[in-house]
């Protein structure tokens, strides 16, 4: 067991982290240590108490003075006790103040990992080293009750929090704020590492330090984001890519949500992470409970890398739950830049037969299959086959398209609805539109209310049908807009806080009830690319289309970032045309090979227009993944060079967890007459062991781990713009 009590002191130990919190003599639940692995001394003799100016003291305190919840470290700080500091809760319990005061009641653990009805949250098998702590705070007037959930993965250093509101009281209780979860720090100093971006440029890195007041990251879009994604890291100023100590907060919530981070009076840290509180409201009835989002926080003393590799192998092993997980994901093309609104069922299938040569695995149908849909102003919510277009039923099709030896699958935009579409004529009320007022559009469409039943209702009736109706493998499930004046006909007006939450709730439903009806299919995410890449949909989605944005460089950029929190093998990457759709540039067919080979693979092309050097290109490619998908879907990923820091080429690498093969990428990002030698150090390796290594699958010599480690290698010279190698090495036998 991972969780010791002695004297109301929970130390919560992983392989090389400890967490500590103890009900204190008032009964305050007080934070006392997080970091690297320690012993269960009490570490509450670090906190330092002293009368401070203007800082409310605790009746239960009597005359000490020295008490006060504005400094001292919590667990779960609340508004109302004193504490000015950022809160996790604003709760009216009756009389109309927006503030209460949590003593601890009791504590329960088990083995194993607790739940979240209808959210979700990592788990763990019997057989695995995790254990859940559940404490249980109480106000100090109502009976009004927080549960806080500790669930301890000790394998990946990785400690999930949740809190369970609960109203035992006989009035109605008005929650304005509830948080996942709060994590204090005796000291400043420390940068935070945060991943903003906007559409078609996801999850660029930016590293700041933390100043004296609040920091603020946020999502009021109703979904988790282009703009800022529920990930953030806290780290030391000295920490690096290989060494020390950091902390990563991810939250596994695909709405809106938002994270603070406040340097106090006394250099003290506190960050808070939940749902997004700014039209945040929920009502509590006597006997009702609200549940929050899980937040995973891990602890690396081993740079940020370590850090990552906490959250990849995590969320691989104890969130991910598809029958696809441990499989080679399908190489597969998608028409959508290859046709965008104009094909039929012959176009589809000259690229299919062009797919099967090339020996890829999957045709994907994107965009406008449906209703009346040839361009994006019309038809979403009309889930029925235009046969016409088609040329055929989806059956058909699909039926062809595995005669070629491929799978298929199929776009759908679910939560959607154009106004010039069946649905939009018989239920306008299905759409979130603020009565009497006309609605904020975006691309062109509305937002269905998932809140409602039977909007739920329909939606799955649809899904079910078309999944019903073929042999369809795989969803990608999209999302393209964001979330504006929202308003469901069905909530009265004090609950109209409620809807953005209720909307995700109903989200995961809907997700949820298809994943048990299909457990084989292949789900993938998308939201706009990577609008929705959150920790959260990964529970349902075990790939996610990273961008929009095809372009194999700022590929590389929008794959590093997403490195940080999420593990490679749920990135969703493509090669496409060149010059590029999004930004006209052009890279050679063999880089975008080897950006796309950074996740999950596939084609976003016209296969039937390739040039014969570039389907002899793309045959390698496709051989390449088959060979090493191990390496890509399971291997340690190491960012070997920043794409923000280095201007001239941009490396990584995937080393198997044993040691004994790794894959190192290598894009060049300039060019220069008369260059400088270019090295790069592998990591992950047997010292001892005698590698043999293949550049671009050609013979280039054998040398030992501890050189490949610490001499490195040096890289060929470029050759042209945007050029590229692959680097590949093997214990020898
Ligand atoms: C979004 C997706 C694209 C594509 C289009 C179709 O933008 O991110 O990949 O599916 O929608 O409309």
């Given at each position: 067991m991972a969780i010791i009590i002695k004297d109301n002191v929970f130390t919560l130990q992983t392989q090389n982290s400890t967490y500590q919190m103890k009900a204190d003599s008032k009964g305050v639940l007080l934070h006392t240590y997080y970091g690297r692995k320690t012993d269960e001394t009490d570490y509450s003799y670090m906190i330092s108490m002293a009368d401070r100016g203007f800082s409310g003291n605790l009746y239960?305190?009597?005359?000490?003075?020295?008490?006060?919840?504005?400094f001292l470290p919590q667990e779960f700080p609340v508004r109302g006790s004193g504490d000015y500091r950022i809160s996790c809760m604003h709760a009216d319990l009756g009389t109309g103040v927006r503030d209460c005061l949590l003593f601890f009641h009791d504590y329960r653990i088990w083995h194993g990992k607790y739940e979240l009805e209808g959210l979700p949250a990592m788990f763990a098998s019997e057989e695995e080293a995790v254990d859940t702590l559940e404490i249980i705070l109480k106000d100090s007037q109502e009976e009004f009750y927080v549960h806080l959930y500790y669930g301890v993965f000790e394998e990946h250093d990785i400690i999930t929090r949740a809190a369970r509101v609960e109203n035992r009281t006989d009035k109605e209780i008005r929650l304005s704020k509830v948080l996942s979860a709060c994590l204090d720090m005796d000291h400043d100093g420390m940068d935070m590492i945060h991943f903003f971006g906007r559409h078609a440029g996801e999850r660029e890195m930016e590293r700041v330090p933390l100043f004296h007041g609040v920091t603020e990251l946020r999502s009021t879009?109703?979904?988790?984001?282009?703009?800022?994604?529920?990930f953030v890291i806290l780290a030391d100023k000295t920490t690096s890519e290989e060494m020390g100590a950091c902390f990563g907060f991810s939250l596994l919530y695909s709405g809106g949500f938002h994270m603070h981070a406040e340097v106090d009076q006394f250099h003290q840290t506190r960050l808070v992470m939940g749902?997004?509180?700014?039209v945040f409201t929920w009502s509590l009835q006597p006997g009702e409970y609200f549940v929050t989002p899980e937040l995973a926080m891990a602890y690396s003393g081993q740079g940020l890398s370590g850090l990552s590799h906490c959250y990849h192998n995590g969320f691989q092993k104890n969130l991910i739950r598809s029958a696809w997980k441990d499989k080679r994901r399908p190489i597969l093309v998608n028409n959508w830049e290859a046709t965008y609104f104009d094909f039929n069922a012959e176009k589809l299938l000259d690229i299919a037969k062009e797919a099967a040569e090339l020996e890829l695995d999957m045709l994907v149908l994107d965009d406008g299959w449906f209703g009346k849909r040839d361009d994006d102003y019309s038809g979403l919510g009309d889930w029925y086959v235009n046969e016409e277009k088609l040329g055929c039923s989806l059956k058909e099709l699909a039926d062809n398209v595995n005669e070629l030896g491929l799978m298929f699958g199929l776009w759908f935009e679910p939560e959607m609805i154009s106004e010039d579409s069946n649905l939009y004529r018989s239920h306008p009320e299905w759409a979130m539109v603020v009565p009497g007022r006309k609605p904020i559009r975006g691309r062109s469409q509305l937002v269905l209310d998932m809140s409602r039943e039977d909007v739920r209702h329909y939606i799955k009736e649809r899904l079910f049908a078309i999944l019903d109706s073929a042999n369809i493998q795989y969803v990608k499930w999209d999302m393209n807009r964001s979330v504006a004046a929202a308003y469901s006909a069905l909530l009265p007006r004090e609950r109209q806080g409620e809807l953005r939450h209720r909307y995700v709730l109903g989200l995961y439903e809907v997700m949820e009830a298809m994943l048990k009806r299909y457990p084989d299919l292949l789900l993938e995410g998308c939201s706009g690319g990577g609008?929705?890449?959150?920790a959260g949909m990964l529970y349902y989605a075990p790939q996610i289309w990273c961008s929009d944005n095809t372009d194999a460089i700022e590929r590389l950029s929008i794959h590093y970032g997403t490195s940080f929190g999420y593990p490679m093998s749920s990135v969703s990457a493509h090669v496409s045309v060149c010059p590029n759709h999004q930004n006209g540039r052009v890279t050679p067919f063999k880089t975008r090979g080897i950006c796309a080979m950074q996740g999950t693979f596939g084609y976003e092309l016209d296969l039937s227009k390739m040039t014969e050097e570039e389907k002899e290109e793309a045959r390698e490619q496709v051989r390449t993944f088959k060979e090493r998908y191990r390496l890509f879907q399971f291997g340690n990923y190491y960012r070997i060079t920043s794409p923000l820091e280095n201007r001239d080429f941009t490396a990584w690498e995937y080393a198997d967890k044993d040691g004994k093969e790794a894959y190192m990428g290598v894009v060049y990002t300039d060019l220069h007459g008369n260059p400088a030698a270019q090295s790069v150090k592998f990591q992950g390796l047997l010292p001892e062991g005698n590698y043999v290594m293949q550049k671009d699958n050609k013979p280039a010599g054998t040398y030992t781990g501890a050189a490949l480690m610490n001499g490195g290698i040096l890289l060929p010279v470029p050759v042209e713009n945007y050029d590229s190698c692959q680097i590949y090495i093997r214990l020898e036998e």
């Open positions: 239960e305190a009597r005359e000490d003075r020295t008490y006060s919840l504005d879009r109703g979904t988790s984001s282009h703009q800022h994604n529920p749902i997004d509180d700014s609008g929705r890449y959150d």
